[in-house]
T-cell receptor, first 115, second 111 residues
Framework: DVKVTQSSRYLVKRTGEKVFLECVQD?????MFWYRQDPGLGLRLIYF???????EKGDIPEGYSVSREKKERFSLILESASTNQTSMYLC??????????????FGSGTRLTVV | SQQGEEDPQALSIQEGENATMNCSYK?????LQWYRQNSGRGLVHLIL?????REKHSGRLRVTLDTSKKSSSLLITASRAADTASYFC???????????FGGGTRVLVKP
């Protein structure tokens, strides 16, 4: 089974801290994604990457950056955490030119609280 | 803005009944996907239907797609308590590989 592993299940950080959320997938997927999920707003795409060292802005990139130095790892960085970044963060991966019938594989999520 | 909008937002049914939820979207798509999320966890892919398909089945799941109405439905037959979860539709636009999710339908299956 494809696995997408997010390094932390729960995280509490202080306002102004630099925060790193790590995501690793083990099935050689080209595509990786970071979403945040908030009540009433569904999932919103922050950043995605189709290849190593490549990144694309999603719908809500402000206040975030990403890093993809290796194919299996996609990191989300909050440069200076703020309380409005308190959320559930979900990482996902998929094959490029997806095999018929396959969708995204998600990690279990990181619930980040910024105090 | 969200591409997909699910309806209803919440659904409560008895075990054994069928559950139907709908998804509407706004722009042209390559495919539409349905995902399940158990409380506080990641999403699990259920089924993908391509824009040139009208209906698809997977076990107790039946998905329809009407591109003329820009809508899809997910039917779960003979529901079980374990089907209690939130269900999301997601669309992949013509441009590429990223998915846009709707707000989800919360389903409660009472034993």
């Amino acid at each position: 089974d494809v696995k997408v592993t997010q390094s932390s299940r729960y995280l509490v950080k202080r306002t102004g801290e630099k925060v790193f959320l790590e995501c690793v997938q083990d099935m050689d997927h080209e595509n990786m994604f970071w979403y945040r999920q908030d009540p009433g707003l569904g999932l919103r795409l922050i950043y995605f990457s189709y290849d190593v060292k490549m990144k694309e802005k999603g719908d809500i990139p402000e206040g975030y950056s990403v890093s993809r130095e290796k194919k299996e790892r996609f990191s989300l960085i909050l440069e200076s955490a703020s309380t409005n970044q308190t959320s559930m963060y979900l990482c996902a991966s998929s094959l490029f030119g997806r095999i018929r019938g396959e969708g995204y594989t998600f990690g279990s999520g990181t619930r980040l609280t910024v105090v | 803005s969200q591409q997909g909008e699910e309806d209803p937002q919440a659904l409560s049914i008895q075990e054994g009944e069928n559950a139907t939820m709908n998804c509407s979207y706004k722009t042209s798509i390559n495919n539409l996907q349905w995902y399940r999320q158990n409380s506080g966890r990641g999403l699990v892919h259920l089924i993908l239907i391509r824009s040139n398909e009208r209906e698809k089945h997977s076990g107790r799941l039946r998905v329809t797609l009407d591109t003329s109405k820009k809508s899809s439905s997910l039917l779960i037959t003979a529901s079980r308590a374990a089907d209690t979860a939130s269900y999301f539709c997601a669309t992949e636009g013509a441009a590429g590989n990223k998915l846009t999710f709707g707000g989800g339908t919360r389903v409660l299956v009472k034993p």
